[in-house]
């Protein structure tokens, strides 16, 4: 007994010390490839690009559709949890809580799906690249890796592909157009949008101002 319970602790630090220094390594090497990527049958088109190189408006976006209190929380958004919660016991669209932080962990650290096994993996690797990373780093990644249309991951790539220009020269509706599609990027139009898509895109797009005005993005924009 007293074997198999140091075996197992022996294996929790293992298990520690190789998932923080992944998470380390991370923080300042851009993550190559990702579960999802791996997963995809339309292959992969992405192209890094640095935060600085990146029009704010659509990180303002992606907090405005996503996550508007990314710079105040620390991985988490218990409030927004809990509605998701109620939303989805009265039998209406299905949907997440998740936070831009939960979504990098997802996607850089694990693949997608549900399950509490997946979920508690979430959290903690959502708790710790909230405590290793800064938020501006925390943003880079989910910028870049995030899926934005068949095949496409990344804002650089979803620009060239969509507007053909780079992700610096985004305008505010081109940024809202890709961040409506986030949530379904195989799904969502961004080109030619309509219905849903297109009043979300819009809606969005009026945010934008509104992240900026009110600091929304301050942990991200000095």
């Known amino acids: 007994m007293m074997r198999a319970i140091k075996f197992l602790l022996k294996l929790a630090v293992y298990f520690i010390l190789i998932t923080v220094a992944w998470v380390g390594l991370y923080a300042i090497v851009p993550p190559p490839v990702t579960a999802t990527m791996i997963l995809d049958e339309n292959g992969i088109t992405k192209d890094w690009t ?46 997440g809580g998740s936070t831009i932080s939960q979504q990098v962990a997802k996607n850089a650290f694990l693949w997608q799906g549900g399950g509490f096994f997946r979920k508690g993996l979430e959290a903690y690797f959502t708790f710790l690249i909230e405590t290793i990373w800064s938020k501006k780093r925390i943003m880079e990644v989910y910028l870049n890796i995030a899926e934005t ?35 379904l990027p195989k799904k969502r139009a961004v080109n030619g949008a309509s219905g849903f898509t297109r009043r979300y895109g819009n809606t969005i797009a009026a945010r934008i101002n509104v992240v900026k005005n009110e600091k929304l993005d301050s942990c991200i924009y000095k």
């Open 149 to 183: 249309g068949i095949g496409t991951y990344g804002v650089q790539a979803g620009a060239q592909r969509y507007f053909r220009k780079d992700a610096r020269d985004l305008t505010g509706i081109e940024a809202a157009r890709i961040a409506a599609a986030l949530p």
């Open 50 to 95: 640095s935060f600085s190189d990146i029009s704010p408006n659509m990180a303002r976006a992606v907090i405005a559709a996503e996550d508007s209190k990314f710079c105040s929380h620390n991985g988490f958004d218990t409030e927004a949890i809990q509605k998701a919660i109620e939303r989805n016991a009265q039998g209406g669209r299905l949907r």
